[in-house]
C-alpha cells in the first residue's frame, strides 16, 4: 500500500478501506450496462454537438467562397488516393523490371551471350 | 493558475526522470528504408550483414499504439533478441490523422502488410517472411497469412485477438458506441479516448501504478522502465483512422467475421483461415484484461500446425515484464525449429 501515512495503521487502514470500496464501487459501475449506454449517450451527444458545429462552420465559410475544412480534407484524401495509386503503380513497374532482368538473364545462361552484347532494354531494366 | 500547477507538475516529472526524460523512443539501432504514405518500414542494424540463412522478420506492432513496445529498452527488447538471430524489420503505422479518414480496414492488413512484404523479399532475396504481430498488429498478421499463405513462413500471435465471441466488458462498449454519430462528425478515433476506454476497464489502474511509483521511484532500474513505459503509453497516442475502426468495430467486435470465416477484404477477397499454411504460436497471458485467454483462439476453419504458450502475466507484462524474455526465447526456439 502507498506509504503517505508512515506508521499511524488506523489511517493506513482506513485508506486500505476506502481503496477497497472505491475499487469495489467502480468496478461494478464500469460493467454496469446503464452506465454504459449513458457514457455513449454523452459520447454521441458530444459527436453530434461537433457535426453542428463543423456543419455550421463549413457553411459559413462557404458563404465567404473561403474553403471549408470538410473540402480542404477530401482534397488530402484525393492526395492520398493518388498517392496510394503513383506506388502501387511503381511496385508493379519495378516487380516488371525484376521480372524482366531475371528472364534475361535466363536467356543469356541458356545461350551463353556475353553481358556487353545484351539488348540495351537490360541495362535499362537493370537501372530501375 | 491551473497552467502553473501543471507546469509545476511537468518540472517535477521531467526533474524525477532525468536523463530518461531523452530516452530514445526504440533502443536498437535502425534505419527508415521504406516510406508509403504513413506507414515506414526501419530495417534494425546487425553485426556480420543481413542473416542469409533464414527468413527475415517483421514485427507487425498494434495500430492503437506505438511500434517502440517491442524495442521499448535494451533489457527487455524483443527487436534486440530476434536481431541476434534473424535480419529484422517493424512497421511503423506514424501518426494517421484526417487524410487516413476514408482508407478502409483491409488497407492495413493486406495492402500495407503485402507491401511491405513486397519490399523485404526484395530486399533480402528470400521469397516468405517470419511475422511477429502485438496485440492487434497480430490480428492483422493473421488475417495476412490467411490471404498470401505462401508469403508466410512462420507466424506468432502475441497477445492478439482473433476470436470475439463473448468479449465481456468490450463488448458491452463495443455494443453502445454510438456509430452513427461518429461516421458522421469524426475522422478518426482519437488516440487519448482509445486510452481512456482502457482506463475505464481497470478504474484504479491508474491509482495503483501511482502507488507503485511512489514505492520504488529511487531504483534506477524501475524509473527507467517506469519513465520508458509512460512516454509509450501517455505521451504517444495514436489515432485509430475513422473508417477502418468502424470496420475494425463492427466487422471484428461485433459480428466476429474473422472468426465466423465471413471476412472479405474491400475487393471482396474472402479471408479463409482453411487457407493458411504458416505454423503459428500464440503467447497469450493468463491475466490479460484485453485480450482474454478465449480471444486468442483460432478459427476452427484452420487446419495449420500452431502451438500455445500461456504466461501468468498480463497484456504489457507479455511484452515488457519478466515472462516477457520468457516468451521472446519461445518464441526464437518456435522459429528456428
Redesign the interface.
Known sequence: ????FGDNDFMKKMYEQW?KM??DH??K???D?NF??E???A??AT??G??MS?KMMDETFMAMNLPTRGEM?KA??K??DV??RL?DLG?KF??FA?ETTDALTAIEQKLGVPAEQLPKSKAKSKKA | MLKDIDMAINNFIENQAGEYNDMPRGVTEREMVYR??NMKIFKFKREGGDAANLPPMLFVPSLINRWYILDLTEETSFVNYFNKFFTCYMIDWGYPG??????PFSNFYH?YLN?AV?FIC?DTGAEKVNMLGYCIGGTLSYIYSCLEPERVNKVILLASPINFENAG?SS??AK???TE??V????YMPGPTISNFFN??Q??GL?KK??MF??KYKDPKFKKMYVAMERWISDDGVHFPARAYYEFLSQLYKENRLFKNQLTTTDETAVDPSRRQADCLILNATLDHIVPLHWTNLPPADGAKREVLTFNTGHVGITVGKYGVDAKTKAVEFLKK
Open positions: 500500500m502507498y506509504n503517505f481503496e472505491m475499487g467502480f468496478e459501475l464500469v460493467h450496462e454504459v449506454s457514457m455513449a449517450k459520447m454521441a459527436m453530434s461537433k457535426f463543423t480534407v488530402l484524401q492526395l492520398v498517392e496510394e506506388i511496385e519495378e516487380d525484376k | 508509403a504514405g484526417s487524410e487516413s479518414a476514408h482508407l495492402k507491401r513486397n526484395r466488458i458491452l462498449y453502445t458506441f454510438p454519430e461518429f458522421n462528425s469524426m475522422d475505464n476497464i478504474p484504479l491509482l501511482t502507488q511512489h514505492q
